[in-house]
């Protein structure tokens, strides 16, 4: 949603406020960082992430300092950003980057219903790792009251986005620089076992 | 250095306030978050950054509000995070991640002095495309004025780094759960040139 906080003062013509264009960005990335301030200094700490309908959701060990802090309720300030190449102008100044981010501004709500809190669990990591939740035991009593679940609202969230090819100036168009973009991607390798992982093949999820 | 803020109040052994540690993960990562707080409303923006010596540097539009509020030298916390792997224990709880990230509590000190502003803007743009500098026209004094560049001391810096395989619990150890970790990594693709290039081959920093 547009609001005087999600409006960015530069570059608007990239900012976008439909789920069309913020939720692919949301599932695409596997960590956001948490701002949020106390007594006028900002904090973040960088967490993973999952998103559901309208809301994203984090978890967090209940001793955490972050995770006490923010659960209270005050206003944070969620950011994503993947990165998809470097843009080379023929101009230093014109160099830039295609990205997609998105800024999320909203309250921590405490997720207190047992069912949706085990429930958000399996979203995070079956996000981080699709068909991982299904091949575990189950989760148990002592581990859940160990453990906060957060949720946050979408509704002041907006998406950042630059594509294509570098925007030179006139004078510089004909100048002999090489001018292009660099793609960037995040890859994920070959899994390596552990040493307690005694004779496990690898399941058909992570191959 | 150690002090009350960048002391974390969980797994405190996984911290470092050593400049072996630090600068690395700096001088690896491209982007940062920086954060900051405007009447208890905290805002963060994904940027480029650079460092050099104790310092790390960021740039930006004499316009823009972000860049505006910051150097006004209020608290700003920047963070970078690295992914090295995903960490697949044999329970869900123990789950994590194998990161290297830093955390800085700092204030904005502009650069003034044209010489170091020129030269931090050569260092931010190297330090995304190792050689570009040298290879571009001179940036231009209309340019310049454009342009804000801010640095920030590393003194209240920390890093925190997770490595190495999952951490079973005594009891989970024999269950038949596959374990092990799943390395990321970012990768640079093969450049891709723009209309205006106009047969300019791909010089030897970007091969």
């Given at each position: 949603?547009q609001?005087p906080?999600?409006t960015?003062s530069r ?21 956001c ?10 904090m ?9 309908g309208?809301?994203v959701?984090?978890?967090g ?9 923010i ?10 950003m993947?990165?998809?190449?470097l ?5 230093a100044?014109?160099h ?14 405490k997720?207190?219903d047992?069912?949706e ?8 990591t079956d ?8 091949d575990l ?8 009251r160990?453990?906060?679940?957060l949720?946050f609202s979408?509704a002041?969230?907006s998406?950042k ?15 002999p ?12 390798l ?18």
């Open positions: 949603m609001t906080r999600t960015p570059l608007a013509k990239r900012a976008h406020y439909d789920a069309e264009t913020i939720h692919p960005i949301l599932d695409e990335a596997l960590f960082t948490v701002s949020f301030a106390v007594d006028g200094q900002p973040a700490i960088p967490t993973a992430l999952a998103r559901q309208d809301k959701y984090i978890h060990s209940v001793g955490s300092h972050f995770i006490r802090e659960e209270k309720g005050g206003p944070v300030c969620i950011t994503v993947l990165t998809d190449a843009v080379l102008a023929k101009s100044f014109h830039s980057v295609n990205y997609r981010s998105v800024v999320i501004f909203a309250n921590a709500e997720v207190t047992e069912t809190r085990m429930n958000v669990l399996a979203l995070i996000h981080l790792i699709p068909g991982r939740w299904d035991r189950p989760t148990t009593d002592s581990e859940m160990k453990t906060t679940v949720s979408l002041e969230a998406a986005v630059r594509t294509g090819p570098p925007s030179d100036d006139p004078e510089d168009e004909d100048l620089t090489w001018a292009g973009i660099i793609p960037m991607q995040t890859v994920r070959a899994p390596i076992p552990a040493d307690n992982n005694t004779g496990t093949l690898l399941p058909d999820y992570l191959q």
